[in-house]
């Protein structure tokens, strides 16, 4: 049985009969010490190349490079995770459509120029803005972070925002 990797998106097959691997695709048995130590995680797999028919470690320049780029997309994935966070714990208390009928309420309490209908609907709104805040200053300390493990460091205090929940009902709106 052989080890293979794929000449294109490198990945790693073990123990595979070589002669279905046959199609000029995949490396048979390359650089048998850097492969032991990419399946190791001694060496990450982005710092690793194929050249022609050899697998090969890049050079220093190459895995700087792959490194500031794995930092980059580690980045954006971290906002988009706490963004989700963010929105699924907004609509976690206030349903879309709950939100839908706060701002229509809310319209109207303006245009009859009922304060005290708009003043309680306003909560969510600062409450909202004020997770939204949060968000900002953890995408904040992402964008600052020098490192993978700075990145998946930061958080947000969840907890705390929901505590300050405002708990608006639109039923109690609609009778004020």
């Given at each position: 049985?052989?080890?293979?990797?794929?000449?294109?998106?490198?990945?790693?097959?073990?123990?595979?009969?070589?002669?279905?691997?046959?199609?000029?695709?995949?490396?048979?048995?390359?650089?048998?010490?850097?492969?032991?130590?990419?399946?190791?995680?001694?060496?990450?797999?982005?710092?690793?190349?194929?050249?022609?028919?050899?697998?090969?470690?890049?050079?220093?320049?190459?895995?700087?490079?792959?490194?500031?780029?794995?930092?980059?997309?580690v980045k954006?994935?971290?906002?988009?995770?706490?963004?989700?966070?963010?929105?699924?714990?907004?609509?976690?208390?206030?349903?879309?459509?709950?939100?839908?009928?706060?701002?229509?309420?809310?319209?109207?309490?303006?245009?009859?120029?009922?304060?005290?209908?708009?003043?309680?609907?306003?909560?969510i709104i600062?409450?909202?803005?004020?997770?939204?805040?949060?968000?900002?200053?953890?995408?904040?300390?992402?964008?600052?972070?020098?490192?993978?493990?700075?990145?998946?460091?930061?958080?947000?205090?969840?907890?705390?925002?929901?505590?300050?929940?405002?708990?608006?009902?639109?039923?109690?709106?609609?009778?004020?």
């Amino acid at each position: 049985m052989s080890r293979v990797i794929n000449k294109n998106t490198l990945e790693i097959r073990l123990s595979v009969n070589t002669s279905e691997y046959q199609d000029g695709n995949w490396l048979i048995n390359p650089n048998p010490e850097l492969l032991s130590q990419v399946i190791n995680s001694e060496v990450p797999k982005r710092h690793t190349k194929i050249e022609g028919d050899e697998y090969l470690l890049k050079t220093a320049s190459e895995i700087e490079q792959a490194d500031a780029d794995y930092l980059t997309e580690v980045k954006t994935g971290k906002v988009a995770e706490l963004r989700e966070q963010f929105n699924e714990t907004f609509t976690s208390r206030y349903a879309t459509i709950t939100s839908i009928a706060a701002t229509n309420i809310r319209t109207t309490a303006l245009a009859s120029m009922n304060d005290d209908a708009t003043e309680y609907l306003d909560q969510i709104i600062i409450w909202g803005l004020q997770g939204d805040d949060l968000i900002e200053v953890a995408e904040n300390q992402v964008e600052s972070s020098n490192t993978v493990e700075e990145v998946n460091a930061v958080t947000w205090d969840r907890d705390g925002w929901l505590k300050n929940d405002p708990l608006v009902s639109t039923r109690v709106a609609r009778r004020m």
